[in-house]
């Protein structure tokens, strides 16, 4: 039995399917000693032969020479080593085709930051957690930032020192797996050591001196019955301070959107040159704890467990009230005595995330049989507080609880497969899931009225239980033609109680044309149903509107009573059409190319639509009469309204390569060279935009060049990794080089004559460890040396736009619109590509025993 040598983690670099990490993996899991890795290289060609992965068919495993679909593999060392502080931050740096980025704007969306895989959102990638199906978030992203409508599973929840390795399929697989797997497939593999363990602290900072981090964690494993099985878990509990990148406000800006005299806002500004406004990075605090267990019973019998708990505590600022922007507190928040400054209300949030699966695997007549059970479930709270609800005046509370969501499920697995012959192996299975999503009330004071001010709370007519089921059996074969040509075929059949039946299939190949030379490729069709936050999510939303400060809008849900009214018709499952091209090198044992080309069309594509409002001028009583748009807004007492809607068509086409050399001798120890990129072609609307028809004949539409850049640009139009890991001894070096490659975004209210292109931006990341003994290794990173941070300009789309550019005076009205008057200057009021804080230092010791 496999104690403490994980030999699937090993030698990885080696295969010409996978993601290399940017170094190649160590013989142990975090922290291991880099001479145990060099005496591990030594064995690379026969553990190569062993190196399996779970992930992309549903047949035998394969090694990852076989597989013929790309895999990446990441181990726990590589992840440990960015010296980033959460799971996602750590694949960011290290998947060329995943994208993560800390939204500017902090309320809910501080509990998790939207992440992707190919620039297709958080929605389309699912996630597996040792190769069960994790539960999705509660919280569905509503801010105007990337993200924006779509929801996924809490990753950051998973504590590094945990994971064995991960495996990313990039490629659709919802014949395999179901709704969901449209851009891929995350599976992280826990830790499974029958002994020893590790104490791991870490520290960090900003260079601006805050967004301070410490972190503690364990990782201990037991024998179970001498060698029969094993119990291992993890504990980790850490904490990061509030970081902020305010930008100067304007006071020109500040006096016409809120009809202020220009003297007194440049009194208050005078004082306080960021309006005292706090963007950035959140506080956050959390705990976290995480078991795995298997235990052979006997006669070909095996049970298992895994399960996982994260407490998440978040501490995140509203906008400042600024004295001109509120006129008055009535006397609730500032000492009586003080002169009146403003307020700034701070949003609080607190995060549940937990799930549990027990399981058994079995022989029955031949038949290798996995059957399991999953609970899991996330649950958000969030409070207001340091505010006032306005509409109640003095009699208003300062602190208000504004309600929550909570998501769970429950799912059965029942999966066999047998090998019928020698070159045949067939696969079967089948899910059974039963979801439920509550929105939770907020107090009456949260949200009567105009609400708590900054976040209304959740009113009780929109917050209500809502649940659904679904049944799922899928089959299929892997059949070795000959030593060089498989193909693997895969059929699936789901139905839901809530929308209907989907049948979707995959058919993969490879062929190996030489030692040298491996071609593969994919073709399938995939299906995601739309989350249960997706259709009943309805609420007041505060927004920041370009000119007007911010506002109250509403988001409707697709089965209400006011979207029947808006003509806005019921969610369906999005199709998906996917396409995959690959190939492989391997010149020797010490290098390794591959590239592969995906092309992905997704039909009925969800999204949540930008805000529709009036028709009519106001006062203008004989357009409003014949208006019902117009008419549906002012019953509903909003100035605009949202919705979900199954809208476009999209395409998303482009390239992953992967390139490594390893074992370059250099001053008596040995380098390995990485470069790695994703490189996105196409990522676009493919066709006309399905509107409701009462918003069509309004002249107006669910989409705008706010949403489409959102959905399709918001992204880097490119992300390369260049990596260099040289061992020498006890040290290990690493320098990571990752350029961010353009974004493009068309804020709400930025002229149309105009986009906002942020720079292509290499950040680079430097890292040391040593092995002080055998069992203590100490390590420092300095990420993002050279302090780049996100920088953006205008670009002119016609004569028009060249115009505005050439006008200091429209060029600041126009940059005072997307950035609140100069609040959010780095990133605009919609985000970036990569992180503004900017330099970062991160220390950590690790004691194995």
């Known amino acids: 039995m496999n104690k403490r040598f994980p030999i699937a983690a090993l030698m990885l670099s080696a295969s010409p399917f996978v993601l290399l990490g940017q170094a190649h993996a160590q013989a142990q899991d975090s922290g291991a000693p880099v001479a145990a890795a060099q005496a591990a290289d030594a064995t690379t060609d026969e553990i190569q032969k062993v190196v399996i992965v779970s992930t992309g068919s549903r047949g035998a495993q394969r090694t990852m020479v076989d597989t013929p679909v790309p895999v990446d593999v990441l181990s726990a ?3 440990t080593k960015t010296g980033q502080t959460t799971l996602d931050k750590s694949m960011q740096f290290r998947v060329p085709s995943f994208n993560t980025v800390q939204t500017p704007v902090n309320d809910a969306t501080s509990l998790l930051d939207p992440y992707e895989i190919r620039n297709m959102g958080p ?7 040792n ?18 409508g779509e929801s996924g599973s809490d990753i950051s929840a998973i504590p590094a020192d945990a994971i064995k390795r991960i495996e990313v399929l990039r490629d659709g697989a919802s014949a395999q797996y179901g709704s969901d797997a449209i851009a891929g497939v995350v599976n992280i593999i826990l830790k499974d050591s029958a002994e020893g363990g590790s104490v791991t602290a870490r520290t960090g900072i900003t260079h601006e001196s805050d967004g301070g981090m410490g972190s503690v964690s364990l990782n201990q494993g037991f024998a179970l019955g001498g060698d029969r099985g094993f119990f291992n878990y993890t504990i980790d509990a850490s904490r990061v301070n509030l970081a902020s990148r305010s930008g100067v406000v304007s006071a020109e800006g500040e006096a016409g959107d809120f009809g202020a005299p220009l003297a007194e806002v440049q009194a208050f500004l005078s004082k306080y040159p960021d309006a005292r406004n706090v963007n950035g990075s959140p506080k956050t605090k959390a705990y976290k704890g995480l078991f795995n267990t298997r235990y052979e019973l006997g006669d070909g019998v095996s049970i298992y467990a895994n399960g996982a708990y994260v407490n998440k505590k978040i501490n995140s600022f509203a906008n400042y009230r600024t004295p001109y922007w509120r006129p008055t507190d ?4 500032h000492p009586a005595g003080s002169p009146y400054e403003g307020y700034q209300p701070t949003f609080d949030g607190t995060l549940d995330d937990y799930n549990l699966t027990g399981g058994a695997k079995m022989d029955l007549a031949g038949w290798a049989a996995d059957f399991s059970l999953t609970y899991g479930g ?4 969030y409070d207001v507080r340091n505010s006032v609800n306005r509409s109640m005046g003095a009699a208003s509370p300062t602190q208000f609880y504004a309600g929550g969501v909570k998501f769970e499920h429950f799912v059965f697995n029942g999966d066999i497969s047998k090998q019928l012959t020698d070159t045949v192996n067939f696969y079967a299975g089948t899910e059974l899931r039963h979801e439920k999503f509550v929105v939770k009330a907020g107090d009456q004071a949260s949200w009567q009225g105009t609400g708590a001010d900054s976040f209304a709370g959740n009113h009780p007519d929109n917050s209500f239980p809502s649940s659904r089921s679904n049944y799922g059996v899928y089959g299929g074969a892997t059949w070795d033609i000959s030593k060089d040509l498989l193909i693997d075929g895969t059929g699936r059949w789901e139905k839901y109680t809530d929308f209907g039946s989907a049948f979707v299939w995959k058919a993969s190949t490879r062929y190996k044309a030489s030692e040298k030379i491996t071609l593969r490729g994919s073709v399938s069709k995939g299906f995601r149903a739309p ?3 997706q259709i009943y999510t309805q609420k007041a939303q505060y927004s920041f509107v370009a000119g007007g400060g911010i506002q109250v809008s509403g988001l409707v849900n697709n089965v209400s009573a006011a979207a029947a009214a808006l003509e806005v018709p019921k969610l369906k499952a999005e199709k998906s059409d996917n396409i995959t091209l690959g190939l492989g090198l391997k010149p020797d ?32 009583a004989v357009c409003f009469a014949g208006s019902k748009l117009d008419q549906e807004l002012a019953k509903a007492g909003i100035v605009s309204v949202s919705f979900f809607i199954n809208a476009i068509t999209s395409r998303t086409e482009g390239l992953d390569y992967v390139l490594s050399r390893k074992n370059i001798p250099l001053a008596e120890g040995k380098l390995t060279l990485n470069l790695s990129g994703n490189y996105t072609h196409k990522n676009e609307r493919d066709g006309a935009v399905n509107n409701p028809k009462l918003v069509a004949d309004a002249g107006q539409s669910v989409m705008d060049a706010t949403q489409e850049a959102l959905m399709f640009t918001s992204r880097p139009k490119f992300k390369t990794i260049l990596g260099a890991d040289w061992d020498y001894k006890k040290l290990n070096l690493s320098v990571n080089n990752t350029v961010f490659g353009p974004t493009r975004f068309r804020q709400a209210g930025l002229d149309s004559n105009l986009e906002t292109k942020f720079k292509s931006k290499n950040v680079t990341d ?4 040593y092995n002080l003994m055998p069992n203590l290794t100490v390590s420092f990173n300095v990420n993002n040396v050279f302090n780049t941070t996100p920088e953006w300009e205008f670009r002119a789309l016609n004569a028009e736009g060249q115009k505005i550019i050439d006008n200091p005076n429209l060029r600041m009205i126009q940059r005072n619109l997307i950035t609140f008057n100069g609040r959010y200057d780095m990133v605009t009021y919609d985000g970036s590509h990569f992180s503004q804080l900017g330099r970062t230092y991160a220390a950590s010791v690790n004691y194995r025993f």
């Open 330 to 333: 009535y006397g609730l928040l």
């Open 378 to 381: 996330n649950e958000q709270k």
């Open 123 to 129: 929605s389309r990638v699912l996630i597996l957690i």
């Open 589 to 620: 044992d010490n290098t390794s190319v591959t590239l592969d080309y995906y092309n992905i069309k997704v039909k009925d594509r969800i999204v949540l639509g930008k805000e529709i409002g009036p028709k009519c001028a106001p006062n203008d």
């Open 131 to 148: 190769g069960k199906r994790k539960n999705m978030s509660s919280l569905v992203y509503t801010q105007t930032s990337p993200g924006r």
């Open 766 to 769: 430097f890292a040391l460890n």
């Open 77 to 79: 060392r590589e992840l």
């Open 531 to 533: 989350s249960l936050a």
